[in-house]
C-alpha cells in the first residue's frame, strides 16, 4: 500500500486525471484508467466493463507509463469523477467504447481511441492489401 501511496504522491495525480500503462506483454497496447481518489480507478475492462477497482489492480504489477492530466477546475473535475461513477456498468467494446475511449470521454475530449483507430486502418489495409492480390493473382 505504501508503494501506491508514493506513486500517487510522487506523480501528484489528482482525481480524474487519466492514467496510463502497458497492456500487452510487448508494450504495444496501452491500457487507460480514471483516478478517482483513495487510491481507486475506474477503467473499462474487456471482460467487465467499466467499473471500479483499486490503483494496485489497475497497475497490476506494471509500470506507469504516463499521466493524462485533467485540465478544468477543482469543480469540474469533481464533475468529472461522479460522471465516470455514473458509467459503471457499462459495456466495453474495442473498437467503439475501449478504455481509451472511457477516459477521453470523461475528459471531454470526445469518443475516440487513437489506439482503436490504429486497428482499423491496419485491418483495412491488410483487407485492401489481400484483395488487391486477389483480383491480380492468377
Known amino acids: 500500500m505504501q508503494m501506491i501511496m508514493n506513486i500517487i504522491q510522487m506523480n501528484n495525480i489528482k482525481p480524474g486525471d487519466g492514467l496510463v500503462r502497458s497492456k500487452s506483454f510487448l508494450g504495444l497496447i496501452d491500457h487507460y484508467g480514471l ?67 472511457f477516459v477521453n470521454h470523461i475528459h471531454n475530449i470526445g469518443v475516440k481511441s487513437n489506439q482503436a483507430d490504429v486497428a482499423r486502418g491496419l485491418f483495412f489495409g491488410v483487407l485492401a492489401i489481400g484483395f488487391i492480390a486477389a483480383i491480380s493473382g492468377d
Not at 499521466?67 to 458509467?87: F, L
Not at 456498468?89 to 474495442?94: H, L
Open 35 to 101: 483516478y478517482v481518489g483513495q487510491s481507486k480507478v475506474i477503467e473499462n475492462h474487456p471482460l467487465h466493463g467499466v467499473r471500479l477497482i483499486t490503483l494496485a489492480e489497475f497497475l497490476d504489477g506494471r509500470q506507469l507509463l504516463r499521466i493524462k492530466r485533467y485540465t478544468g477546475s477543482e469543480w469540474s473535475r469533481s464533475n468529472a469523477v461522479n460522471k465516470a461513477h455514473r458509467m459503471i456498468g457499462t459495456r466495453y467494446d474495442v473498437l467503439d467504447f475501449n478504455c481509451e475511449h
